[in-house]
């Protein structure tokens, strides 16, 4: 039962332009949402995060948008530069725990070209 | 401090086999999970500990998966008669209570092969 999905298995940008990557769930109790970032050999770094008070969020280059209604997320990617190429998971986290249960979609392998 | 450590980084083991894992947390992290990532897929809640106890496990842990942090510090993850499906990287991350408490911060993973 998959309830993050990423249904983009990859993406290829050129480098300076947008970078636009999709999430959607369907467990309507999550309520924290976080993207990370993982290159090869290594385990996933925390990117960003956002929670169900708020639509967006903003860090430098990376922006989260959640859209509660659809149950969308999207990470934006502006502009973007070959060292963003990675594998990005998107992950929820429900309202009832008290601790950090995430789930986590497949993952989105990010490649911007230079 | 140099975040999560995990070891070993790779074990391969033969169907049938114990293998055991260890994770050092973030020193100052009282929270420690236990991920499991297959290929293609996300990573996956296996178990969750705060100090010493272990207060979640997921039904993917079967009665052939252990875990334990014994002091609070440390913690091992223990596989017992290995399958082939067992394959799959083991992730241990960490968080700490309060402030921070919601971001996870990953080991670079134990990678298990089962042959």
């Known amino acids: 039962d998959q309830q993050v999905k990423q249904n983009s298995p990859s993406l290829s940008v050129q480098e300076g332009r947008i970078s636009i990557l999709n999430c959607d769930y369907t467990?309507?109790?999550?309520?924290?949402f976080l993207w990370y970032k993982k290159y090869p050999a290594e385990g996933p770094t925390f990117l960003i995060s956002?929670?169900?008070?708020?639509d967006k969020n903003e860090d430098g280059r990376f922006t989260v948008f959640l859209n509660k209604s659809a149950k969308h997320l999207s990470l934006h990617i502006v502009p973007s530069q070959p060292g963003d190429s990675a594998v990005y998971f998107c992950a929820a986290s429900p309202a009832l725990y008290n601790f950090n249960k995430f789930y986590f979609g497949s993952g989105t392998k990010l490649n911007v070209k230079p | 401090d140099t975040g999560v450590s995990q070891d070993p980084r790779h074990k391969i083991t033969k169907r049938g086999q114990n293998v055991t894992f260890r994770c050092d947390p973030i020193?100052?992290?009282?929270?420690l999970y236990w991920y499991r990532q297959t290929l293609g897929q996300g990573p996956e809640f296996l178990t969750y500990?705060?100090?010493?106890?272990?207060?979640?496990k997921s039904r993917l842990l079967s009665d052939r998966f252990s875990a334990e942090r014994p002091k609070g510090s440390f913690s091992t993850l223990e596989i017992q008669r290995t399958e082939q499906g067992d394959s799959a990287m083991y992730l241990c991350?960490?968080?700490?209570?309060?402030?921070?408490?919601?971001?996870?911060?990953f080991g670079a993973g134990s990678r298990l092969t089962v042959l």
């Open positions: 500990f705060q100090n010493e106890a272990q207060l979640e």
């Open positions: 956002i929670s169900s008070i708020k």
């Open positions: 991350a960490s968080s700490p209570v309060g402030l921070g408490a919601n971001v996870l911060t």
């Open positions: 467990n309507s109790m999550f309520d924290y």
């Open positions: 020193s100052e992290h009282n929270r």
